[in-house]
Structures are given as C-alpha cells and as structure tokens.
C-alpha cells in the first residue's frame, strides 16, 4: 500500500524555523513528483512547493518563496520542507501529496485534493508567541 507519513510539526515562534519531513512508501519514489500542500483553519487547501523526481528547479507559492525549502533524498524516500522566518499565517496543517500534473501547468499546483494521486495525513505547524 502507498503511504506518505508526515512529521515535525509543532508550534513555533514567529520568525522561528521548523523542518518537516514525509517519508513515502509503497511506490516508486524517485519517479514521482512531490509537493507540500497546505490548509489553514477555515481555509481552502493552498499549494505551497513541489520538487521533481529527477534534475529540475523546486518550484515555491508567492506565500513562501525566500524562506521555504523544499528538498528530497530519493535515496531515503524522504521529502522535506526546511520553514524559515515563520510568520502567523504559515499556521495550518501541512501535507505531502504526489502531483498528477507538471509543475509548468496550473493544475501542477493545484489546490484541488483530486489532482494529487496520493496524499499524506498531514502535519500540524502552529505559528503563536
């Protein structure tokens, strides 16, 4: 059975830094895109980053780009998503999902649970002082 498995979160303070991690089993993970998809309370589901499986530049929201990485070890099956300079609104749970589109299209970076093939069970960053 696939299965993305995400954790690090916690809470943390603004300007703070947090790293998640999803580790995935059950298929091919070095063939697959991945993203981080997240959702704020009360919120819609928001697209955050993605990484190609093979050579190609991580792709990053307006929201987030300067101070999220997202970063994979094929080797380990394992995605990550290095959160710097956190800020109130990054406050949400934060899941790994595999993309059924390219990045280049806008439904690569959608916020549409059904354009994802599979989706972890998330992870939960609060942002609080």
């Known amino acids: 059975d696939v299965q993305l498995v995400e954790s690090g ?3 943390v303070q603004p300007g703070g830094s947090l790293t998640l991690s999803c580790v ?3 298929f091919t993970f070095s063939t697959y895109a991945m993203s981080w998809v997240r959702q704020a309370p009360g919120k819609d589901l928001e697209w955050v980053a993605g990484a190609t499986g093979g050579p190609g530049h991580p792709v990053y929201s307006d929201s987030v780009k300067g101070r999220f990485t997202i970063s994979r070890d094929n080797a380990k099956n394992t995605l990550y998503l290095q959160m710097r300079s956190v800020k109130t ?3 949400a749970v934060y899941y790994c999902a595999t993309p059924r589109y390219e990045f280049d299209l806008p439904a690569g970076r959608s ?3 059904a354009d994802y093939y599979y989706w972890g069970q998330g992870t939960q960053v609060t942002v609080s002082s």
Request: charge should be neutral; avoid cysteine; charged fraction near 35%.
């Open 89 to 91: 609104e990054d406050t």
């Open 111 to 113: 916020n549409r649970r």
């Open 9 to 11: 979160g916690g809470l």
């Open 24 to 26: 995935a089993s059950g």
